[in-house]
């Protein structure tokens, strides 16, 4: 694929294109189909997979009638598997409209040790569901038709009424009927008592606290855990994390197996081993359970007066492809259990804002899969599954994660060469100075070399073609592509180049920036089967049927045919980053940069002096009053430990004034348990190490003295003088002293905590509760009024999914991953892992976004068994939220003035390097004494202006010698605001 550099945002390129690839992807996946369906035994799936690749798009596109019945044979299938069997219910009178040919045996066999003089009830098309099942689970499988999201409840206990049998009942919805899976208990593993979704995530608490504990800046550690963790859960004999690339194929990328086995890690796969349908159907179902692949498959009965086809895209029980079933018979895998992981979409301009709710949020794309493999059949119950599933869920919260690290640190790095490059264009004027020098361009961006055609002359770094050869390729661009300004390529064969069979195994993928008509700059890749190694077995050649055979080595094969003419994909970023060179490399060359008239630059930079000392004055007085006014306690102590600083709050919390405190060792204010605590954060501050979350308390005095002390959660702010070196502590505070009484009462229940709950009291903070199963128990005064929804409007529904949910709940949320992290923490609580002051938010009735944090402790009866959760928010003051919009808008104004100088900078840098250039070539020239020493002064004169352009480039001349105070002040006034946040 290649593309021409177009005016859109790299976002919509990379849009658009993906829609390209799936689209393509889709039709090829179908031609295979129905190749597989039409050969029989003589299917060749290397061969077919060549020769689709060299099959032109336009050619694919035009077989869209082999699509559409491909797709509708996937989603519209008419069998299911046989370890469960299947309802389809009409929702308004919950009467039977399909069933599975084993749903009548499984439903309504007789059992002799449930005696009854009744005949037992047929399951036929227009039975009612409720004469199958006890009245409990009627009623219970009635509740869920009240629900938006019916798969709320899952999995719901039922109970046959003939044999007593009982069954997990899964419940989804689909076009013009809810769909139920039955699946059969087995009490000895799962007791009844295990049903529903929270009781389910207590399953894989274990393995959700090991990946919250992990460090992060490591994918390969994220993946080795959690195949790890699976694989401990599961017990299956081969768990794999399989990622997809951006071209859509796949790779394995995290493997773990019992002993014996062939390692599939390193593995690289073509698209079409997951067609796109099966990917589709992975975003909707994220679990897919396979028990038995020679098991026979069960056909559903529909009624024939039904208007439509009854999906079964949701349900568990579908049965798999029968080419699916094939590929693992072949590779010795009897059962299997697949988890989706399901990520944001990587869209680098964003219009949407991050207070928006979870509907206009980026979209969703399928990252890769979880892959559970085993050589014998292997059924796993649906409570296991869907602890898999969050575990899954928690899984891509964590990608999600480190993809914006990895996107930090790549942009940070391209920036850092970009500054570096562009310093080395602007002292030497010339491109050649990013191909000769170090760093070159090949550090810009991931490459295996470059080159640079400039004034008719080629220079070439790393692998990169012959001299003749840049020159075709040159000219073939000025003839093939001469409007684009640039051109990214994986494969210069598929491109259209003529001489890329010329080129060999040498190069293949290739970027281009053109600095002009004439001048061009080249980035090139070699192809990805140079770098991809796999660590498996090789094809055996005694093996008669290998080449046939859908087997991982085939994929592995039939991968390398694919990709032998084709290199790593250009990322977007690395894109920009091209053409952000090139911008610069065309303002050098061409000399757009006309030079500033002084008289102007010392009005531009006398106005920001004045503008900036203004307004940081403004802001650093405004933050020292809302310091002084802050409605939490602020103490500072010098270098000897001396208090010298101590606002209202601390004041009116210990009973202590100001003037009385002032003056006297923070040691001798703090209670003696607090003693070392306070001594080692101290030290430690004083070394340049700011400890957080500190709990200490603190005396109180006078009227306060009988209350007993303040407890206090403290952390440290060093203080800094101009040279950067320690002087003092600044301690910021949060008052617990309330909160602590608070939640000593709802630990131990004792007294009427009801009382506590729902005291209008303004310093009782919002709480709210559920129960062991989930539902919503507890709402109170403060809760109420912080949401605008009463207490009767959500007491008695799910916690998690009617209350706060990221679509169709009370509260919403901004997205699934804010979701996925309340479900954590709850979690947490009822597993006995309290959680104190997590980032929260969520949107309020009127659509209003609040941010604050959540502390969510155990509820527990008077026996010690955990009975529920108790979650308490602690909204920012005020004060606080003030001060950030402050903060916030000083940093917009810096950012801006930073800017301005950074263009001053350049302005003035360009034509500076043409006049040392001119001076160098008059010192070749015969010139007296007198024209010497002006050279010369012109010379010291340059020098001098090089210093003062470094120091604009760093801080600016005003930041460093007219307001460094204030910015230390400002610095120190940052960190304890948004510690409070």
């Given at each position: 694929m290649s593309s021409s550099r177009a005016a859109s945002s790299s976002s919509s390129r990379n849009r658009q294109s993906t829609q390209e690839r799936v689209l393509a992807q889709t039709t090829l996946d179908a031609e295979l189909n129905a190749e597989f369906e039409e050969s029989s035994d003589s299917f060749d799936y290397s061969k077919l997979v060549e020769a689709q690749r060299d099959t032109p798009t336009v050619l694919q596109e035009g077989r869209s009638e082999k699509v559409i019945a491909y797709l509708q044979h996937i989603q519209r299938g008419k069998m299911i598997q046989s370890?469960?069997?299947?309802?389809?219910?009409?929702?308004?009178?919950?009467?039977?409209?399909?069933?599975?040919?084993?749903?009548?045996?499984?439903?309504?066999?007789?059992?002799?040790?449930?005696?009854?003089?009744?005949?037992?009830?047929?399951?036929?098309?227009?039975?009612?569901?409720?004469s199958l099942f006890t009245d409990q689970g009627a009623a219970a499988l009635h509740k869920a038709l009240g629900f938006a999201d019916v798969s709320l409840l899952n999995p719901i206990l039922v109970q046959c009424k003939t044999s007593g049998k009982p069954f997990y009942a899964i419940v989804h919805r689909a076009t013009g009927c809810l769909v139920v899976d039955f699946e059969p208990v087995n009490p000895t593993e799962f007791p009844a008592t295990a049903a529903g979704a929270l009781q389910s995530y207590k399953l894989a608490a274990k393995a959700i606290s090991k990946i919250q504990a992990l460090p992060g800046g490591s994918m390969e550690l994220l993946c080795n855990t959690v195949v790890k963790e699976v694989f401990d859960l599961t017990g299956y004999d081969r768990v794999m994390a399989y990622k997809f690339h951006e071209d859509n194929h796949g790779e394995v990328f995290a493997e773990i197996t019992k002993p014996g086995l062939e390692p599939y890690l390193g593995l690289h796969y073509p698209a079409t081993d997951i067609p796109q349908a099966a990917r589709f159907l992975f975003m909707k179902n994220k679990v897919r359970l396979i028990?038995?692949?020679?098991?026979?498959?069960?056909?559903?009965?529909?009624?024939?007066?039904?208007?439509?086809?009854?999906?079964?895209?949701?349900?568990?029980?579908?049965?798999?492809?029968?080419?699916?079933?094939?590929?693992?018979?072949?590779?010795?895998?009897?059962?299997?259990?697949?988890?989706?992981?399901?990520?944001?979409?990587?869209?680098?301009?964003?219009?949407?804002?991050?207070?928006?709710?979870?509907?206009?949020?980026?979209?969703?794309?399928?990252?890769?899969?979880?892959?559970?493999?085993?050589?014998?059949?292997?059924?796993?119950?649906?409570?296991?599954?869907?602890?898999?599933?969050?575990?899954?869920?928690?899984?891509?919260?964590?990608?999600?994660?480190?993809?914006?690290?990895?996107?930090?640190?790549?942009?940070?790095?391209?920036?850092?060469?970009?500054?570096?490059?562009?310093?080395?264009?602007?002292?030497?004027?010339?491109?050649?100075?990013?191909?000769?020098?170090?760093?070159?361009?090949?550090?810009?961006?991931?490459?295996?070399?470059?080159?640079?055609?400039?004034?008719?002359?080629?220079?070439?770094?790393?692998?990169?073609?012959?001299?003749?050869?840049?020159?075709?390729?040159?000219?073939?661009?000025?003839?093939?592509?001469?409007?684009?300004?640039?051109?990214?390529?994986?494969?210069?064969?598929?491109?259209?180049y003529p001489g890329a069979s010329a080129l060999g195994d040498t190069v293949c993928g290739m970027a281009v920036a053109k600095i002009n008509s004439s001048d061009i700059l080249f980035w090139f890749r070699s192809p990805t089967a140079k770098e991809i190694r796999w660590g498996g077995a090789k094809n055996d050649p005694s093996d008669m049927d290998d080449s046939r055979r859908m087997h991982p080595r085939l994929s592995f094969k039939a991968f390398l045919e694919v990709v032998k003419m084709k290199s790593l994909a250009w990322t977007d970023s690395e894109m920009d980053a091209i053409h952000s060179?090139?911008?610069?490399?065309?303002?050098?060359?061409?000399?757009?940069?006309?030079?500033?008239?002084?008289?102007?630059?010392?009005?531009?930079?006398?106005?920001?002096?004045?503008?900036?000392?203004?307004?940081?004055?403004?802001?650093?007085?405004?933050?020292?009053?809302?310091?002084?006014?802050?409605?939490?306690?602020?103490?500072?102590?010098?270098?000897?430990g001396l208090v010298n600083g101590w606002n209202q709050k601390a004041a009116e919390l210990t009973g202590l004034r100001v003037d009385d405190a002032i003056g006297r060792h923070i040691l001798t204010l703090v209670e003696e348990s607090s003693v070392s605590v306070v001594q080692r954060m101290l030290y430690l501050a004083l070394q340049g190490k700011e400890?957080?979350?500190?709990?200490?308390?603190?005396?109180?005095?006078?009227?306060?003295?009988?209350?007993?002390?303040?407890?206090?959660?403290?952390?440290?702010?060093?203080?800094?003088?101009?040279?950067?070196?320690?002087?003092?502590?600044?301690?910021?505070?949060?008052?617990?002293?309330?909160?602590?009484?608070?939640?000593?009462?709802?630990?131990?229940?004792?007294?009427?905590?009801?009382?506590?709950?729902?005291?209008?009291?303004?310093?009782?903070?919002?709480?709210?509760?559920?129960?062991?199963?989930?539902?919503?128990?507890?709402?109170?005064?403060?809760?109420?009024?912080?949401?605008?929804?009463?207490?009767?409007?959500?007491?008695?529904?799910?916690?998690?999914?009617?209350?706060?949910?990221?679509?169709?709940?009370?509260?919403?949320?901004?997205?699934?991953?804010?979701?996925?992290?309340?479900?954590?923490?709850?979690?947490?609580?009822?597993?006995?892992?309290?959680?104190?002051?997590?980032?929260?938010?969520?949107?309020?009735?009127?659509?209003?976004?609040?941010?604050c944090l959540l502390s969510v402790n155990r509820r527990q009866n008077e026996g010690g068994l955990i009975t529920g959760v108790f979650c308490f928010i602690h909204i920012p003051s005020h004060e606080l939220q003030q001060a950030l919009q402050v903060q916030q808008a000083s940093e917009q104004k810096s950012l801006k003035r930073l800017k301005a100088f950074s263009y001053m900078r350049h302005a003035i840098n360009n034509p500076l390097s043409g006049m040392l250039y001119s001076r160098k070539a008059l010192k070749n020239t015969d010139l007296n004494e007198e024209q010497m020493r002006q050279i010369h002064v012109a010379d010291n004169c340059h020098h001098q202006l090089n210093k003062i352009l470094a120091d604009l480039d760093q801080h600016n001349i005003m930041e460093k010698y007219l307001v460094a105070w204030i910015w230390r002040w400002l610095n120190l006034c940052c960190k304890m605001w948004w510690w409070l946040l």
């Open positions: 370890f469960g069997c299947l309802l389809a219910l009409d929702e308004k009178s919950f009467n039977v409209i399909a069933f599975s040919e084993n749903a009548p045996e499984m439903l309504t066999t007789v059992s002799h040790a449930v005696p009854s003089v009744d005949d037992p009830p047929r399951l036929d098309i227009g039975t009612n569901v409720r028990c038995d692949v020679r098991a026979r498959p069960i056909k559903v009965i529909e009624d024939e007066a039904l208007p439509f086809d009854i999906s079964l895209c949701g349900s568990a029980l579908r049965a798999a492809h029968s080419c699916h079933l094939q590929y693992m018979e072949n590779m010795n895998s009897i059962a299997s259990l697949v988890m989706a992981v399901v990520v944001n979409e990587n869209e680098e301009d964003d219009e949407v804002g991050s207070e928006q709710p979870a509907q206009q949020q980026k979209k969703k794309i399928l990252w890769g899969l979880i892959v559970c493999h085993h050589e014998s059949p292997r059924y796993v119950p649906f409570p296991l599954r869907y602890a898999c599933e969050f575990l899954a869920q928690v899984f891509a919260v964590h990608v999600n994660k480190e993809f914006e690290v990895q996107k930090q640190l790549r942009e940070k790095s391209i920036l850092r060469m970009q500054t570096i490059l562009s310093d080395m264009l602007f002292k030497e004027a010339s491109p050649l100075t990013i191909v000769s020098g170090a760093p070159n361009i090949m550090d810009l961006i991931k490459c295996d070399g470059a080159a640079l055609l400039y004034g008719g002359k080629v220079w070439r770094l790393g692998t990169a073609p012959t001299e003749s050869q840049i020159r075709d390729l040159a000219l073939w661009l000025s003839e093939v592509h001469m409007d684009s300004t640039g051109l990214s390529t994986e494969s210069l064969h598929d491109a259209g060179l090139q911008l610069i490399l065309r303002g050098a060359v061409d000399g757009v940069v006309k030079p500033t008239g002084k008289a102007s630059l010392d009005e531009q930079i006398g106005d920001l002096k004045l503008d900036g000392l203004a307004e940081l004055q403004a802001v650093t007085s405004e933050m020292v009053r809302l310091m002084e006014t802050a409605t939490v306690p602020i103490l500072a102590v010098d270098g000897n400890e957080k979350e500190v709990r200490f308390e603190v005396k109180t005095h006078g009227p306060k003295r009988d209350d007993g002390p303040v407890i206090l959660v403290v952390n440290a702010c060093a203080s800094r003088d101009l040279h950067d070196d320690v002087v003092g502590v600044c301690f910021v505070a949060q008052d617990m002293t309330v909160h602590k009484l608070v939640m000593d009462k709802f630990t131990r229940v004792e007294g009427d905590y009801m009382a506590i709950i729902h005291n209008p009291n303004p310093l009782i903070p919002p709480i709210f509760g559920a129960d062991e199963s989930g539902w919503c128990c507890e709402w109170n005064a403060a809760m109420t009024k912080l949401t605008g929804w009463h207490r009767e409007e959500v007491l008695d529904k799910m916690l998690l999914g009617e209350v706060f949910d990221s679509r169709n709940a009370s509260c919403l949320l901004k997205n699934k991953d804010a979701f996925v992290s309340l479900c954590v923490v709850i979690n947490s609580a009822l597993a006995g892992e309290e959680t104190e002051k997590a980032p929260f938010g969520f949107f309020d009735r009127s659509g209003k976004y609040t941010e």
